[in-house]
């Protein structure tokens, strides 16, 4: 193959296209108008008008928040604040204690109370799952996290983090600021 390509002529259609395009197009001061040859018509038939159709919707912003992991500093959050968060220095305005509750009515409690900390404007709250028994943990101190990274919560929470003065049993939250 030589890699080149052949050069194809105009079809008759985009001709008269061309044609009808120059033809209204005004010359530069001081030039004359050059000759253009006579096109043929070709058979050249108007597009169909378009259909009305509804506006499209505008594009949706994807929040593509990076997953919370307990204890680690989130993006976003600067270092005196997290600090401050890990080490049980930010006090909790509310806190929300799990022991004795299963897992699903934990679940709903934990939405029920992120949602009415951040209406009414709490910067930080406590969650108690407690340690659990065993060696891996309770159930919902192992669930807890994935509760947080559901599409629902993960953009109520900036960060997580276990204060040293509570243990592994309890959760510092620091909720995001409502925007106006």
Same mark, same amino acid.
């Given at each position: 193959?030589?890699?080149?390509?052949?050069?194809?002529?105009?079809?008759?259609?985009?001709?008269?296209?061309?044609?009808?395009?120059?033809?209204?197009?005004?010359?530069?001061?001081?030039? !004359?108008?050059? @000759?253009?040859?006579?096109?043929?018509?070709? @058979?050249?038939?108007?597009?169909?008008?378009?259909?009305?159709?509804? !506006?499209?919707?505008?594009?949706?912003?994807?929040?593509?928040?990076?997953?919370?992991?307990? &204890?680690?500093?989130?993006? &976003?959050?600067?270092?005196?604040?997290? !600090?401050?968060?890990?080490?049980?220095?930010?006090?909790?305005?509310?806190?929300?204690?799990?022991?004795?509750?299963?897992?699903?009515?934990?679940?709903?409690?934990?939405?029920?109370?992120?949602?009415?900390?951040?209406?009414?404007?709490?910067?930080?709250?406590?969650?108690?799952?407690?340690?659990?028994?065993?060696?891996?943990?309770?159930?919902?101190?192992?669930?807890?996290?994935?509760?947080?990274?559901?599409?629902?919560?993960?953009?109520?929470?900036?960060?997580? !983090?276990?204060?040293?003065?509570?243990?592994?049993?309890?959760?510092?939250?620091?909720?995001?600021?409502?925007?106006?």
């Amino acid at each position: 193959m030589s890699g080149r390509l052949k050069k194809r002529g105009l079809s008759e259609a985009d001709r008269a296209l061309w044609a009808n395009y120059a033809a209204h197009v005004a010359p530069l001061r001081g030039r !004359a108008r050059p @000759d253009v040859p006579p096109v043929i018509a070709a @058979d050249v038939t108007p597009p169909a008008p378009a259909k009305a159709q509804a !506006a499209p919707p505008p594009p949706m912003r994807m929040q593509h928040a990076p997953v919370i992991t307990v &204890g680690t500093a989130p993006a &976003g959050l600067d270092a005196r604040r997290w !600090a401050a968060l890990r080490r049980g220095k930010l006090r909790p305005e509310r806190t929300l204690d799990l022991h004795g509750q299963r897992a699903q009515e934990a679940h709903g409690a934990v939405r029920a109370f992120l949602a009415a900390a951040l209406a009414d404007g709490v910067r930080c709250v406590c969650v108690v799952t407690g340690k659990g028994d065993r060696v891996e943990g309770g159930v919902l101190r192992r669930e807890f996290p994935h509760w947080l990274n559901a599409p629902d919560l993960r953009p109520l929470v900036l960060g997580a !983090a276990h204060p040293h003065r509570a243990g592994s049993g309890a959760v510092h939250l620091l909720l995001r600021r409502p925007r106006a």
